[in-house]
């Protein structure tokens, strides 16, 4: 059980095999191409702002207690691996969010906060710039900060402290933009 639990890779290959299994076995309350894409819509927000509560409940706040000596093994380890999972799952997340939005015709309304679809259009538009955030602010002062790109200590502060002010809007923007997404209910 320990080398089956110690490979992540077969942890989710055989969580997929037993989702489609959930997925062909009880019907959802929709279509199976929409039943998909919300599931992976879900999943890709669950890693995008999982990661967004881990830097800023835990790692943000740690750091500074952590050792002068340990500090790199979160900095040249640790964090590279969380962003590149963190900007992929809001690129991902914002993706299988739009298509959704437009296999179901209201991806226009949404976006131009129509009647009916201002809850959802909220939502999206949160989305759309904590994305904006992530792939623009965030991850480019993430790369001075942690040395992938090079850059002057001055620059590498500043860049941080851009970084976490956005991070910390991120976190912000979830709270209204997490019950806009949970409330609305269209198709």
Known sequence: MAKFFGNLHLVLA???????????AIPANTIPEQAVLRWLHLF???????????????????????????KPGVSKFIAPSALFFFRWGAALTVLTGLIIAWRSAYLVEA???????????TGMWLALIMAFNVWFVIWPNQKKALGIVPA???AKAKA??????????????????????INFNGG
């Open 14 to 24: 055989a969580g997929l095999v037993l989702a489609l299994a959930v997925i062909f």
């Open 111 to 121: 976006l131009t906060l129509t009647p009916g679809f201002v809850l959802i259009g």
């Open 160 to 181: 941080a402290t851009t970084a976490m002010i956005f991070s910390r809007t991120n976190t912000l923007l979830s709270l209204p933009m997490l019950y806009c997404m």
């Open 44 to 70: 890709f927000g669950v890693l995008w702002i999982g990661l967004l509560y881990y830097f800023n409940f835990v790692q943000i706040p740690t750091m500074p207690k952590v050792p002068a000596e340990l």
């Open 152 to 154: 002057e200590d001055a």
